[in-house]
């Protein structure tokens, strides 16, 4: 049976979570940063929990899987595995775990609409589709506003 643990993000999680972040799928259009930003980011985790409530390491086997984190404001969970550790069930267990954890009213999950992995996921888990988030880039807003 697979050994799943869920550890509290560190500073000795600076290299693991950036190279994490740099796997992300293009179309995601995540803010870029840089290690120096992702030590401020774990620094301020660690001293005051300003923008997560909880973030840990998913641990399987020992070895660092993935990261799951919960927003303060809106309840919302990132979730993210290295691919060798995609497609054998270990985000369904460690969110469930997550989500015990880290008792609240309701949480809220924000997917692209081309990432089926992650829908699947959360659809298994009960969540229900409430919304749809719309996005521009700024250099494509109307200019032609009438005098
Ligand atoms: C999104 C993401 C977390 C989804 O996780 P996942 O690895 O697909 O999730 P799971 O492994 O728990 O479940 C998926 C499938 O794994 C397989 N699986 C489940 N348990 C298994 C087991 N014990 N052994 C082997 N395979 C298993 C099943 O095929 C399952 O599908 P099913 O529920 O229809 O049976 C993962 O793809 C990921 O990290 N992607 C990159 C980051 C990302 O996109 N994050 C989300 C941003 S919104």
Redesign the pocket.
């Known amino acids: 049976m697979i050994d799943i643990e869920l550890k509290s993000v560190d500073e000795k999680d600076i290299q693991f979570t950036f190279d994490l972040y740099q796997?992300?799928?293009k179309r995601?259009k995540a803010e870029p940063i840089t290690l120096e930003s992702q030590k401020t980011f774990i620094k301020n985790y660690v001293n005051d929990k300003s923008v997560f409530e909880s973030w840990v390491i998913v641990y399987v086997d020992k070895e660092k899987a993935?990261t799951l984190s919960l927003r303060h404001s809106n309840g919302e969970l990132?979730?993210?595995?290295l691919p060798k550790?995609?497609?054998?069930?270990?985000?369904?267990?460690s969110l469930k775990k997550f989500l015990k954890l880290n008792p609240r009213e309701y949480y809220t999950?924000?997917?692209?609409n081309h990432?089926t992995?992650?829908i699947?996921?959360i659809e298994?888990l009960g969540f229900n589709r409430n919304g749809i988030q719309y996005r521009i880039e700024s250099h494509d807003i109307p200019n032609d506003i009438p005098k």
Request: hydrophobic fraction near 35%; proline fraction near 0%.
């Open positions: 796997l992300r799928d995601e993935g990132g979730y993210y595995f550790f995609q497609n054998k069930g270990i985000a369904s267990i999950v924000i997917v692209d990432n992995h992650s699947h996921l298994k």
